[in-house]
């Protein structure tokens, strides 16, 4: 499998998703800027993958300076910390993984040396651990589905918006195993076109069967095929199961309970955000107008256009079936269990 990002000589190197599936190319980030810049610009997205990415942050920001003092040092960090965590604000991973690595910077420690080697220690673990609980979130879900079904994904809630195997497309790739699916039909998820140029491309690459679609043709492929289910990720999970996932999920999640077809969130359970009570409290990423006027770096609108680009939208509780997780599949309304049971 593709790695997504990973540690190696002193820095992350982040492949770049915003050149595939043309080419594949690392970033090689030495600096916390580099990192902040690899998320702020989407070179690195998706929820879990993010919550990574600034956890190696830190692990940066523990080697780049010379420190007169280990003072200095956790000063530094403070301020890395914040800096990194104000790179995209919808994602709840982020401020997850720098509040694990803030911990550690927090801690005793007899030296400079010490500190930086405990911070790399922890960032790794980070990375290991999503890999492991992303297969366990596919083994999951896996067991809700039965034999050929025809699932719908939307954005890319795959081993690219992971350290590696995925969420939502993790359980697909469980099932797959399985003989469980038949096959995807991959939203193309515009402005930015995660489905078309990841999910599809992680697909092609594993063999599993798909068909991309465009947004805008869900409604009319579930009346028309036997769609079993739609599975996609998330970026947070509100106490009460409201849910933030790409822009357009919650018009899928309408379509689906039209359709009487089970939507289907797999996350791990640092995407529950049990501080924030519902979906209202979510900080919504309002992205650039660029975004939806490119494709490609090519104008397909008036420049001149007005233009709203929310990144994210919020589907109720009510519209989801369950939530998929490392621990167990929940209930939308017993969401807050594994996460108060940490
Ligand atoms: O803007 P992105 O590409 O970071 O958005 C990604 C998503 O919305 C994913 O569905 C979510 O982060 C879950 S990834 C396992």
Redesign the pocket.
């Known amino acids: 499998m593709i790695k997504t990002l990973y540690w190696k000589d002193n820095s992350a190197y982040i492949l770049n998703q915003l050149l595939l599936p043309g080419r594949v190319t690392y970033l090689r980030c030495r600096t916390v800027k580099d990192v902040y810049r690899a998320i702020r610009d989407?070179a690195v997205?998706?929820?879990?993958a993010i919550g990574v990415a600034a956890a190696f942050g830190m692990a940066i920001a523990a080697i780049e300076k010379d420190f007169k003092s280990l003072a200095a040092m956790k000063a530094w960090l403070s301020r890395a910390a914040q800096f990194l965590g104000s790179s995209r604000p919808t994602?709840v991973n982020l401020s997850w993984a720098l509040k694990r690595m803030s911990a550690v910077a927090d801690a005793q420690f007899s030296g400079v040396d010490a500190l930086r080697r405990a911070l790399i220690a922890e960032s790794k673990k980070i990375y290991d651990e999503d890999i492991i609980i992303n297969r366990a979130i596919g083994d999951n879900g896996a067991r809700l589905l039965k034999k050929d079904s025809v699932v719908i994904t939307h954005?890319?809630?795959g081993a690219l918006?992971?350290a590696g195997y995925?969420?939502a497309l993790g359980v697909i790739r469980s099932a797959f195993k399985q003989g469980k699916i038949k096959y995807v039909l991959v939203d193309e998820t515009r402005p930015?076109l995660?489905g078309a140029r990841l999910t599809a491309w992680e697909l092609m690459k594993e063999r599993i069967p798909y068909k991309l679609i465009t947004d805008n043709m869900a409604g009319y492929l579930m009346k028309t095929c036997n769609v079993n289910a739609v599975i996609?990720?998330?970026?947070r999970i509100a106490a009460n199961g409201d849910t933030a996932?790409?822009i357009g999920t919650y018009s899928l999640s309408i379509l689906a309970k039209h359709h009487g077809i089970p939507l289907y969130v797999a996350a791990p359970t640092s995407t529950i955000d049990i501080h924030t009570p519902d979906g209202d409290g979510i900080v919504i990423e309002e992205r650039s107008a660029k975004e939806v006027l490119c494709v490609n770096k090519i104008f397909i609108a008036p420049k001149t256009s007005e233009v709203r680009h929310p990144?994210?939208d919020v589907t109720p509780a009510g519209l989801i079936r369950a939530i998929i997780t490392e621990k167990g599949v929940f209930a939308p309304s017993g969401i807050t269990k594994p996460a108060e049971r940490e």
Do not use: W
């Not at 997205?45 to 879990?48: Q, V």
């Not at 996609?232 to 970026?235: K, Q």
């Open positions: 989407m997205r998706g929820a879990p994602a954005c890319n809630a918006a992971t995925g969420t930015y995660q996609v990720g998330a970026d996932n790409k990144a994210f």
